[in-house]
């Protein structure tokens, strides 16, 4: 849920914007990553509230580590999105399997074996984070010292709050039911339940990408022809 708001439509404001300078850039970085700061640290604060609503303590423990996600995935965000700018999407691919074979087959099945349970998918998680963070910057580096241009932020949260607000709304209808699972039923129902719907959707999740991640900067390139 903090995904939605750590980039802050930042990185779609940058691919579909005509012209884009550096200080465009370097304020749209340093925005997404003070907002991954500020969601961690509302993420721990809000932690044990959040495991009170699930009825499971367990669930404090994996929030401070999973909150660290938050910092990485804003690292690779701008970099990402400038991928998809320049339509690079065999090095966006690159990155993708890359991150997820060393998170999961080479950090996560080992750990399974080893008896780390849950945590297993957890490290997984932050190790491919870390990775995709690392790759992206690698193929798509640019100025990460920090800086905010009031101009520019204005230019680029135009659009991005608006965006925002849209898959604010869009989140709470697509996963609501989830919450009210894992309110009245415990964590591994949950996780079957969480599991299933994904399944289901799968199909219509993965055309959906292929046509928002590929169409969408297209289309802005036409536009602002």
Known sequence: FSFLFINAGLGSALIQKDKIDLSQIRSAYTITIL?????YL???TIS???AQFFNDELLIDVLYLLGIIFIFRAFSSVSKSLLHRDLEYKKLM???ILSFFIGYFIVGIPLVYNGFSYWSIIYAALVQALILGVLSFIYRPHNIIPFISIRSVKKILNFGMGLTISRFF???GKEGDKFVVGRLFDSGLLGIYGMA???IMLPVKILGNIIDHVLFPILSRINNE
Do not use: E
Request: proline letters at 0%; charged letters at 10%.
């Open 35 to 39: 907002f991954a700061i500020i969601c």
């Open 42 to 44: 509302l993420l721990i």
């Open 48 to 50: 044990s509230t959040i």
């Open 94 to 96: 690159i990155i993708d």
């Open 170 to 172: 869009n989140f709470f």
């Open 197 to 199: 719907a994904k399944l």
